[in-house]
């Protein structure tokens, strides 16, 4: 009895299985292919990829073609001599002024006076560069870079910042002009003469050398001015 009902279902089983080979078999014969079905749908995707991005290089390459087309259109800059004149190197008669740091000694600062007594800050360097300016110097360096009228001397602790370059001390400001002038303003100058107080005092440095043959570098810098648009 218990094996007649197993034969039963073996037969039920293999029933089965016959008959669901038989309907894909007959699927497979009627030409339905799900693979293939999948297959054309991706096929599908990436063609519509490809469309999409030749039409955006296409119009990358356009907009390219429009600018350069504008550049070449564009007009050169027309030379400026005077403002080439101020930013070109400059040779000639003219004095050096030398500004360095004190010792402080081991005893430590003197008493009603603070560390920072002691070093050159950028209103001295500044105070000997309007002095020479108004002495009537034709071109005035600081270190190896030319000053304009954007120039800005900065401290930064006790360094010097000028035109994106730090430098250390002693401070060299070279200057270009009558050599005798331009110390009489040195020696005018009551910013200058402040600065002369605390070299006497504290033994900072203020050197003035003249010379027959002063060398202002080029100023290699941006001379376009900068401003902000209003976007509305």
Same mark, same amino acid.
């Given at each position: 009895? &218990?094996?007649?009902? #197993?034969?039963?279902?073996?037969?039920?089983?293999?029933?089965?299985?016959?008959?669901?080979? =038989?309907?894909? /078999?007959?699927?497979?014969?009627?030409?339905?292919? #799900?693979?293939?079905?999948?297959?054309?749908? =991706?096929?599908?995707?990436?063609?519509?990829?490809?469309?999409?991005?030749?039409?955006?290089?296409?119009?990358?390459?356009?907009?390219?073609?429009?600018?350069?087309?504008?550049?070449?259109? &564009?007009?050169?800059?027309? %030379?400026?001599?005077? =403002?080439? /004149?101020?930013?070109?190197?400059?040779?000639?008669?003219?004095?050096? #002024?030398?500004?360095?740091?004190?010792?402080?000694?081991?005893?430590? #600062?003197?008493?009603? @006076?603070?560390?920072?007594?002691?070093?050159?800050?950028?209103?001295?360097?500044?105070? $000997?560069?309007?002095?020479?300016?108004?002495?009537?110097?034709?071109?005035?360096?600081?270190?190896?870079?030319?000053?304009?009228?954007? /120039?800005?001397?900065?401290? $930064?602790? %006790?360094?010097?910042?000028?035109?994106?370059?730090?430098?250390?001390?002693?401070?060299?400001?070279?200057?270009?002009?009558?050599?005798? &002038?331009?110390?009489?303003?040195?020696?005018? /100058?009551?910013?200058?003469?402040?600065?002369?107080? @605390?070299?006497? =005092?504290?033994?900072?440095?203020?050197?003035?050398?003249?010379?027959? %043959?002063?060398?202002?570098?080029?100023?290699?810098?941006? $001379?376009?001015?900068? @401003?902000?648009?209003?976007?509305?």
């Amino acid at each position: 009895m &218990r094996s007649t009902v #197993v034969w039963r279902v073996l037969l039920f089983v293999v029933l089965l299985v016959v008959g669901m080979l =038989l309907a894909t /078999s007959a699927r497979l014969a009627a030409g339905t292919d #799900v693979r293939a079905e999948r297959r054309t749908d =991706l096929v599908g995707l990436i063609r519509a990829e490809q469309d999409r991005v030749e039409a955006e290089t296409a119009q990358l390459t356009a907009l390219q073609a429009e600018v350069a087309a504008a550049a070449e259109d &564009r007009a050169p800059a027309p %030379s400026n001599p005077e =403002l080439e /004149s101020l930013i070109a190197e400059v040779k000639g008669p003219g004095l050096t #002024v030398e500004l360095a740091d004190a010792v402080i000694p081991v005893e430590g #600062v003197a008493d009603g @006076y603070t560390a920072d007594d002691y070093i050159v800050h950028e209103q001295d360097v500044q105070a $000997v560069i309007n002095a020479l300016w108004a002495g009537g110097a034709d071109a005035i360096g600081v270190m190896d870079q030319r000053i304009i009228t954007t /120039s800005a001397v900065r401290c $930064v602790g %006790s360094t010097l910042l000028l035109h994106g370059q730090v430098y250390a001390p002693p401070y060299i400001v070279t200057a270009v002009g009558p050599p005798e &002038r331009m110390r009489r303003a040195l020696d005018a /100058s009551p910013r200058v003469g402040i600065y002369q107080q @605390y070299v006497d =005092l504290l033994g900072l440095r203020l050197d003035v050398q003249t010379s027959d %043959s002063e060398t202002i570098p080029a100023y290699e810098g941006p $001379v376009a001015a900068r @401003y902000a648009e209003v976007v509305g």
